[in-house]
Nanobody, 124 residues
Framework: QVRLVESGGGTVQAGDSLTLSCQAS????????LGWLRQAPGKEREFVAV????????EYADSVKGRFTISRDNAENTIYLKMNSLKTEDAGVYIC?????????????????WGLGTQVIVSS
């Protein structure tokens, strides 16, 4: 079982940058693909970004390509999501997720575990 704890959310203005962190713990955390999903009020949860177990491969939702960067520090069991040029439509609860494979995180499930989320508010 992987435990995931997100941090770094907050309120920013459109165009600003923000970096989210997800601290992972568990005996096998290094074997999981880790990523970010997000859910805005009244909308379904959607995939944002994922990184494979060794950080060698990343995938992004089309809506964030070129603006968001996911990275992974396996020594610290932490992943990061650097978000630049934030838009109002990027607002929502960002949820860190672990999956056995990249494709499972990209699909939104089935997931091995997920965190409680951290809220991002983007004002215009």
């Amino acid at each position: 079982q992987v435990r995931l704890v997100e941090s770094g959310g907050g309120t920013v203005q459109a165009g600003d940058s923000l970096t989210l962190s997800c601290q992972a713990s568990g005996p096998t955390v290094g074997s999981y693909a880790l990523g970010w999903l997000r859910q805005a009020p009244g909308k379904e949860r959607e995939f944002v970004a994922v990184i494979n177990y060794n950080g060698g491969s990343t995938e992004y939702a089309d809506s964030v390509k070129g603006r968001f960067t996911i990275s992974r520090d396996n020594a610290e069991n932490t992943i990061y999501l650097k978000m630049n040029s934030l838009k109002t439509e990027d607002a929502g609860v960002y949820i860190c997720a672990a999956g056995a494979q990249v494709r499972l995180v990209r699909a939104g499930g089935p997931l091995s575990s997920w965190g409680l989320g951290t809220q991002v508010i983007v004002s215009s």
